[in-house]
């Protein structure tokens, strides 16, 4: 199995344009969660979805985030638009239902000029 | 909702020494414990579990230890090497219930 895959792996945007996140948890996998990581506030859970429905979304930050799971095999997470504020590194995970461990994706470095 | 507070948030120790790595959480209901290891420019891995009915759970150079009543548990890492340099990070959850919630991270550098 590859494990977590997201793309892209580095972005940079200008403010005010929209970005998106994509991922492909490891099949087989129930849920999936979506968290960023900065160094002033850590690692925060954004987002988590269980068999493609959004279970949990109180750590979106504002509207300008979005999150969505068509099918068991793909999310996205949208900003638009982008602030620099945003600038962060963006992790995808995913963990079965019966076990609490969670496969983290390699992450997304993103930057907003 | 849960609060995992995770201390020191930087700590040094020479390499062969001991490390030890202490968090608290503030759900009772919380019965999952998971450490996570990240490498620079990594992702966080999995490094070890532990849950609610056990006290304590070693892993070769690595244990973990819960006090359920002070709703407290600890990483030690001992004999460390160089490569155990990361940033640890503990967690608590209700198990079943997948949400995890992430303690604030320690950088740990272990110098030759």
């Known amino acids: 199995d590859a494990g977590v895959i997201q793309s892209p792996r580095h972005e940079v945007t200008e403010m005010g344009q929209e970005v998106t996140l994509r991922c492909k948890p490891i099949s087989g996998h129930d849920y999936l969660f979506w968290y960023r990581q900065t160094m002033m506030r850590g690692l925060e859970l954004l987002i988590y979805?269980?068999?493609?429905?959004?279970?949990?979304d109180s750590g979106m930050p504002e509207d300008r985030f979005s999150a969505k799971m068509p099918n068991a095999s793909f999310s996205t997470l949208k900003i638009q638009p982008s602030e620099p504020r945003d600038s962060a590194v963006y992790f995808c995970a995913s963990s079965t239902n019966r076990g609490e461990t969670q496969y983290f994706g390699p992450g997304t470095r993103l930057l907003v000029l | 909702g849960e609060n995992v507070e995770q201390h020191p948030s930087t700590l040094s120790v020479q390499e062969g020494d001991s490390a030890v790595i202490k968090c608290t959480y503030s759900?009772?209901?919380?019965?999952?414990f998971p450490w996570y290891k990240q490498e620079l420019g990594k992702r966080p891995q999995l490094i070890i579990d532990?849950?609610?009915?056990?006290g304590e759970k070693k892993d070769q150079r690595i244990a973990v230890t819960l006090n359920k009543t002070a709703k407290h548990f600890s990483l030690h890492i001992t004999e460390t090497q160089p490569e155990d340099s990361a940033v640890y990070f503990c967690?608590?959850?209700?198990?079943?219930?997948?949400?995890?919630?992430f303690g604030t991270g320690t950088k740990l550098q272990v110098i030759p």
């Open positions: 967690a608590a959850s209700q198990g079943g219930y997948q949400k995890v919630t």
């Open positions: 759900d009772s209901a919380s019965n999952y």
């Open positions: 979805f269980n068999n493609n429905v959004p279970i949990d």
């Open positions: 532990i849950r609610s009915n056990v």
